[in-house]
């Protein structure tokens, strides 16, 4: 299997990564400046207010949206880290266990482990981490351990003895990471002398600053991808500016001085998001429709918390049987499906709506394929077995913005519904807004405001209605087209005068 990464930086604005295993796009990520990043930042901040009922307190980070801070996300007095939040509800008085925690006002150090989605704010933890090449720095916790995704148990047992040999300080807590693997104590102690010393760094900058402040800023896109993703099955590392070159080549010089050769510069004139054809894919990306190879398709639907997913066999066969067809369109979607949830970054509740398949041994070998394919995301799954409908349902990590909310905005026509009122419509609405106000006695005049389509429709459509509404209320009605920028389809003014010209409230 041949692996490439692909770092576009030429664009200051956005920073984007590709990897591609065998010239297929498998994962992209992407960062917009003007979105900023704010997950694995540290921020002093001050608790806002607190509420028991749910269990959380909201803290001002210095953010547009103040932070959310969950009571399981809470270090107490002692150090120890707080039952889960599953564990305690319930329990007579536990919604008031948050306020011996936390008071407003008080001043406290937090770590964004989530972005902030929709009109939430950002999640906050106070436990802090600091993630090296092959370690995570835990500062207030005393837990030590390998990544569970290292499931050799001869390796898990070797890195385990090496943290007992690597000593940690007191009352700090370490995690070996998945780049761990095969790693010497040597190369392990060196990565935890370096976040010893950026711990104390942070702590330094804790006692100097504003509140509320920034104390540690993530690194950018292509360190934190090159420092948390790269493994020796990526072959080549192609960069596009000169910047971006020697960033790599110096991060993977004192990371992986083997490995810094790897690193290339592109040259061509053809830009290589274009050479490639990632910019096609990042185009299908977007689509809610992907067609698959053998006929059939899957339609993603994307709400602020869940995702649905929807298997179509498309056109079917005459004489193929219905179960086979099915099975290898099931088959075929759950491969695609994951890969689709990777380089979408899709978050939350995911469901999933297969083709119904009458054997069991079907249904359990699309359930294996499916559960295999989500091995190589990154984030944390949580998947249930297949129902009695057909229905898959999994979890998945929300850590930033989906790929969606990054490269789009809602439209301004629909507000983001995907409907947009006909102008038959709109005029309808404006003719019965004028008949509830006619009977008063103050209005004199009505002036309608509205975009170009529906006031010309008033105008001709409606001519004589209004002028016989004229006639019989004494009153005068003015149907405008709208001249003002930035206005949109479907937004409607509609202004009140008395006999003196004054304004009418209605």
């Not at 948050?98 to 006002?105: A, M, Q, S, V």
């Not at 339609?299 to 918390?305: C, S």
């Not at 990590?397 to 038959?424: F, M, N, Y």
Request: proline share 3%; glycine share 6%.
């Amino acid at each position: 299997m041949s692996k490439k990464m692909l770092i576009n930086a030429i664009e200051p604005e956005e920073s984007r990564i590709a990897i591609l295993e065998d010239s297929v796009l498998e994962e992209l990520y992407i960062e917009r400046m003007s979105k900023g990043q704010a997950v694995g930042n540290i921020y002093m901040g001050r608790v806002s207010n607190v509420e028991p009922s749910l269990e959380a307190a909201f803290v001002d980070v210095g953010l547009k949206r103040n932070g959310f801070l969950h009571i399981s996300e809470v270090m107490d007095t002692t150090g120890e880290k707080e039952e889960k939040a599953e564990k305690t509800r319930g329990r007579r008085g536990e919604q008031k266990r948050i306020l011996t925690l936390l008071k407003p006002g008080q001043e406290l150090l937090v770590q964004v482990i989530r972005e902030g989605v929709g009109e939430k704010g950002p999640s906050l933890t106070s436990y802090i981490s600091l993630p090296g090449r092959y370690l995570v720095l835990m500062p207030y916790t005393t837990r030590h351990g390998v990544s569970r995704k290292i499931l050799d148990e001869e390796e898990r047992l070797r890195l385990k003895h090496i943290i007992k040999e690597l000593k940690p300080p007191s009352g700090m807590g370490l995690i070996i990471r998945t780049a761990g693997i095969g790693q010497t104590k040597r190369e392990l102690s060196k990565d935890l002398s370096y976040l010893l010393r950026l711990w104390k760094a942070v702590e330094e900058r804790t006692t100097n600053s504003l509140v509320p402040s920034l104390i540690y800023q993530e690194s950018d896109l292509v360190i934190r991808t090159i420092r948390d993703i790269f493994s020796s099955d990526i072959k080549e590392i192609i960069v596009d500016t000169q910047d971006a070159y020697e960033k790599t080549r110096d991060f993977l010089k004192q990371i992986l001085p083997k490995h810094e050769k790897i690193v290339r510069l592109h040259r061509a004139r053809v830009p290589i998001f274009h050479k490639y054809r990632i910019e096609e894919e990042i185009e299908k990306i977007n689509n809610k429709k992907i067609p698959l190879k053998q006929g059939g398709s899957i339609v993603i639907e994307q709400t602020e918390a869940l995702v649905a997913v929807d298997v179509n066999s498309g056109r079917f066969k005459k004489g193929a049987d219905p179960e086979e067809t099915a099975f290898k369109t099931n088959m075929e979607a759950s491969k695609e499906i994951t890969r689709q949830i990777r380089l979408r970054d899709l978050g939350g509740v995911i469901i999933i709506d297969f083709i119904d398949m009458l054997q069991e041994g079907h249904k359990r070998a699309v359930e294996r394929t499916f559960t295999d394919g989500l091995k190589r995301d990154r984030a944390r799954t949580k998947t249930l077995k297949t129902s009695k409908f057909g229905i898959i349902e999994l979890t998945r990590q929300r850590i930033k913005h989906s790929l969606r909310d990054v490269v789009h905005e809602r439209c301004p026509e629909c507000r983001g519904t995907g409907l947009a009122k006909t102008v038959e419509s709109l005029s309808l609405r404006i003719m019965r807004d004028i008949r509830s106000v006619l009977d008063n006695n103050q209005l004199k005049t009505i002036e309608v405001e509205a975009d170009e389509p529906v006031a010309q429709f008033l105008q001709n459509q409606k001519r004589k209605q209004i002028s016989e509404l004229e006639d019989h209320y004494n009153k005068t009605i003015i149907i405008k087209s709208a001249s003002e920028n930035g206005w949109r389809t479907g937004d409607i003014r509609i202004k009140y005068f008395s006999l003196d010209r004054s304004p009418v409230n209605l």
